[in-house]
């Protein structure tokens, strides 16, 4: 089986080609601005056929627009040559829609990682682009039976199109390359860790710690990731009880910041899931997360993590402080997540549903002609 994986998202595309090349082939193209791929990925894409698209970005500009063009046509003549049997879309960018004219005589499965553009990032022609690639794929993959029911009831997909598979631990391989013996827990440490939105709910942690503090008074609330940090820099009550990290995280310092956490904190208000829960699993670390999208699936409130309202400081916080107080219960609920990280939400597991999909697509084509 041959399959041409395309778009955005370089831990994952790159982890779910290793893992579908047991036997199987992949030619992976993955939109970026670098020119080559971050080394952590690099090592994990040894062997497998990774090709580098050109970020198409401001399309307006004729020099970018141009080098996408070029890229673009060199892709397309790459997946002709190639001769997939299917053409996996990783949508993130909508900017794919416009290769699906090319690519109609292929089955089109499209993974959408995230239902809609997340709060404040919303472009006004990205739901139509959304609603083409919905009504040209074969099939849509969705992280979570959450998302699976909105897919089906907010857009009106055909259940029998619509199929759920985990996110899997996409980007736990690079972190852990730099995972150290002499990095222990520090202390108290609560980790919001990942890029700085809106959607993220940073605020409702920020707005916790008074409570957090209260009962924990040697807590420290780190904050880690780039972003617009600005507006929540008022909300601080006691400034001492943060340390913030504003910048890009790499593998090797992100490694440390997990290593160091008690807890990993995700005060999301909207979401779809989130690839920080895997991560915290991978270190052994709990999670407290909020009822949103499908994060709730995959953590076992009270088993590897708590799962809390939304926009709720004090319950944000109640569950934050259990965690910080019981080390045992923390120790715990740290190994059952590294156990549900190996088994329901393995590489192998999102494979072998992954490829079942693929045949159902390739058996539609042949009974289609």
């Known amino acids: 089986m041959k399959a041409v994986i395309i778009g955005g998202f370089?831990?994952?595309q790159v982890q779910m080609s290793k893992s579908l090349n047991k036997g199987n082939d992949s030619l992976v193209f993955i939109y970026t601005k670098d020119v080559s791929l971050p080394p952590e990925n690099a090592r994990i894409a040894n062997g497998l056929r990774v090709r580098l698209l050109s970020r198409p970005g401001a399309i307006y500009n004729p020099i970018v627009l141009a080098r996408f063009l070029r890229s673009s046509y060199r892709m397309l003549k790459e997946i002709r040559k190639y001769g997939p049997d299917v053409v996996h879309l990783q949508i993130g960018s909508s900017m794919l829609g416009f290769y699906i004219p090319f690519l109609r005589r292929y089955p089109i499965i499209t993974t959408f990682h995230d239902l809609s553009p997340h709060i404040g990032e919303a472009k006004f022609w990205e739901k139509y682009m959304h609603a083409y690639i919905r009504h040209a794929s074969k099939y849509l993959l969705v992280h979570g039976e959450r998302l699976r029911e909105a897919m089906i009831s907010d857009y009106r997909q055909p259940p029998s199109k619509v199929k759920s598979i985990p996110i899997g631990p996409h980007n736990i391989d690079a972190f852990k390359m730099y995972e150290r013996e002499d990095i222990k827990e520090d202390g108290n440490v609560v980790l919001f860790f990942g890029r700085i939105l809106e959607y993220k709910g940073l605020e409702y942690l920020i707005r916790a710690e008074p409570y957090i503090t209260r009962e924990v008074p040697n807590a420290k609330i780190?904050?880690?990731?780039?972003?617009?940090?600005?507006?929540y820099e008022d909300l601080m009550v006691n400034r001492d009880r943060f340390e913030v990290v504003r910048r890009y995280?790499?593998?090797k310092?992100?490694?440390g910041l997990f290593q160091r956490a008690s807890v990993v904190a995700l005060p999301y208000v909207e979401a779809s899931q989130s690839g920080v829960v895997s991560t915290a699993y991978g270190f052994k670390k709990p999670v407290v997360v909020t009822s949103v999208g499908s994060i709730?699936?995959?953590?076992e409130d009270g088993k590897t993590g708590f799962v809390v309202p939304p926009r709720d400081p004090e319950a944000l916080a109640r569950a934050i402080v259990r965690l910080l107080k019981d080390e045992k219960l923390r120790k715990c609920m740290g190994e059952n997540g590294y156990k549900k990280l190996n088994?329901?939400?393995?590489w192998d597991n999102v494979v072998r549903k992954t490829l079942a999909i693929y045949r159902s697509a390739m058996d539609g084509l042949k009974s289609d002609n």
Not at 222 to 231: L, R, Y
Not at 296 to 299: G, H, I, Q, Y
Request: glycine share 12%; proline share 4%.
């Open 296 to 299: 709730p699936e995959v953590v």
């Open 343 to 346: 088994a329901d939400l393995s």
């Open 222 to 231: 780190v904050i880690a990731g780039s972003g617009d940090f600005e507006k």
């Open 253 to 255: 310092e992100g490694a």
């Open 249 to 251: 995280i790499s593998y």
């Open 10 to 12: 370089v831990d994952y």
